[in-house]
């Protein structure tokens, strides 16, 4: 069955970093979007960033650009998602997600299938 496992979230100051990780399936992980997205209390789940692992371009959120960013290591199906100068509005549980079909707008949760359990970011 299809898993993503993400890992790396913690609690920061203002200004630091976290990376995070997203293990997925290998059959659904080659040539797909793996979309980052993250959730706080009462908010609705926000496209973080995206990229699709046949090396195509990744996308960010206007909030994040310049300050996230994705990167993957093919050999262990991985992508993650380096986050630097984080703010308190990061705060959040990020999940990663992907789906067998084709993503039209990767920014859109209900387009995605497969959803890992989420990781916890908090700054301070």
């Known amino acids: 069955h299809v898993q993503l496992v993400e890992s790396g979230g913690g609690s920061v100051q203002a200004g630091g970093s976290l990376r995070l990780s997203c293990a997925v399936s290998?059959?659904?992980?080659?040539?797909?979007?793996i979309g980052w997205f993250r959730q706080s209390p009462g908010k609705e789940r926000e496209g973080v960033a995206a990229?699709?692992?046949?090396?195509?371009?990744?996308a960010y959120a206007n909030s994040v650009k310049g300050r996230f960013t994705l990167s993957q290591d093919n050999a262990k199906n991985t992508v993650f998602l380096q986050m630097d100068n984080l703010k308190t509005e990061d705060t959040g549980t990020y999940y990663c997600?992907?789906?067998?079909?084709?993503?039209?707008?990767?920014?859109?949760?209900?387009?995605?299938?497969?959803w890992g359990q989420g990781t916890q970011v908090t700054v301070s």
């Open positions: 997600a992907t789906s067998r079909r084709y993503i039209f707008n990767w920014n859109r949760a209900s387009e995605y299938e497969y």
């Open positions: 290998k059959y659904v992980y080659t040539s797909n979007c």
């Open positions: 990229i699709n692992t046949d090396g195509g371009r990744p």
